[in-house]
């Protein structure tokens, strides 16, 4: 019998054997830029040097425990945490994946209000677990799970329609989701006047707000929480992918007085909260700080947003180059599939798509202005081999 694994993505025709910063090898010695990242997981790059030191500190002492008992890492995690989480956010709880935070936030929604609408924008992606999936606007997604029955009414929201938002935001609702900078969607940054009239009337009508910074936190968008852009106090904020720096984390903040309407019993979590993942998202913390990652994201994300649209601003293929900071879109006039693997067989150069027509950028906040020029000189090239 051969044991193949479940084709849940499509195969990329590579082999990996070996990361290291922003490069990956294959098993024939070809190196590439890595701006796929997985999914954006590597923001901090592959084999975080503190990540990887904190990860074998804490397997040298133990691995596996339940979050009924304390450790030393989760203490220091909790004061790393502390530097870096916005302060009405005094109470986390880690679980292993960003559809998992989801999860939980839907749980703490819920008691906290007792009503069954959310608010959700057109285009998000908060993940594909059942009470997740029916969040997430694809349809290609949840059409076929929509039967089994709807736990929430979700109605959506167009992004930056501040003339819309009176309109579906009401006294039913419990809570607004959303992602500062729509990933899957499209990369399509929220306005700040759009942010902060969903954030005044939710308080209007006693929704809570839920921030999804699963992928635009931690310092990807030139800023450590992408919501500093807007000013304002979310009542959660959800984050993962960079957080563990490459170990299967995520994280759930509440404010206190939410975090007092959930308790044992509610949720759990075989994984949640173990010793390995306090240690890495404690490395990552160690990473951010010591090494002025948000900075350097910063500064960097210009540089690669401006190249970009001066060299393929008369491209007839772009049709426009958006983005914050290390999360960058193409928008094409066509779909992307071809240019992804001509970078990856030409270039040598890993990206993924968002939507239908965009070409998504996720690369690590160490990439250099030489590894800038690849990927301006490999995209352009690309875009007129597959034309």
Not at 177 to 201: H, K, M, N, Q, T
Not at 255 to 279: E, M, Q, V
Request: hydrophobic share 40%; net charge positive.
């Amino acid at each position: 019998m051969v044991i193949r694994l479940l084709q849940l993505y499509s195969d990329r025709g590579l082999t990996i054997v070996k990361g290291e910063g922003q490069y990956v090898w294959d098993d024939k010695g070809n190196r590439y830029l890595d701006v796929h990242t997985g999914h954006g997981v590597a923001f901090l790059g592959h084999r975080n040097p503190f990540v990887v030191e904190y990860l074998k500190r804490q397997i040298d002492n133990i691995m596996v425990l339940s979050p009924t008992f304390n450790t030393p890492i989760r203490e220091e995690a909790l004061r790393k945490l502390a530097y870096i989480l916005p302060p009405q956010l005094s109470h986390v709880y880690l679980l292993n994946s960003g559809t998992e935070a989801v999860e939980l936030s839907l749980k703490i929604v819920f008691k906290s209000t007792r009503r069954r609408k959310i608010v959700a924008l057109k285009g998000c992606f908060h993940g594909r677990t059942f009470g997740s999936l029916m969040l997430t606007w694809n349809p290609r997604y949840k059409r076929q799970f929509e039967p089994l029955g709807r736990l929430f009414e979700v109605v959506y929201l167009k992004p930056n329609a501040v003339e819309d938002i009176d309109k579906v935001l009401d006294d039913d609702v419990a809570a607004v989701y959303f992602e500062p900078i729509l990933g899957e969607g499209g990369v399509i940054p929220l306005d700040r006047e759009f942010v902060r009239a969903l954030y005044s009337r939710a308080r209007e009508v006693g929704a809570y707000v839920v921030v999804d910074e699963i992928q635009t936190g931690f310092g990807r968008t030139g800023k450590l929480w992408a919501i500093e852009r807007f000013g304002i106090d979310p009542d959660i904020l959800l984050a993962g992918k960079a957080i563990g720096g490459g170990y299967p984390v995520s994280l759930v903040a509440v404010r206190g007085k939410l975090a007092n309407n959930i308790g044992p019993g509610d949720h759990g979590s075989t994984y949640g909260s173990n010793p390995l993942a306090f240690a890495a998202v404690a490395g990552a913390i160690q990473a951010l700080l010591e090494d002025k990652v948000v900075e350097k994201a910063a500064r960097i994300g210009k540089i690669l947003i401006n190249s970009l649209a001066e060299e393929l601003g008369n491209v007839r293929f772009v049709r426009e180059v958006r983005g914050v900071g290390l999360m960058v879109g193409i928008e094409l006039r066509k779909e992307p599939t071809p240019t992804l693997q001509c970078l990856q067989e030409k270039q040598y150069i890993l990206a993924l798509k968002a939507g239908s027509t965009v070409l998504r950028l996720l690369p690590p906040y160490m990439i250099s202005f030489d590894d800038v020029e690849r990927i301006v000189e490999g995209i352009k090239k690309c875009l007129s081999l597959s034309s």
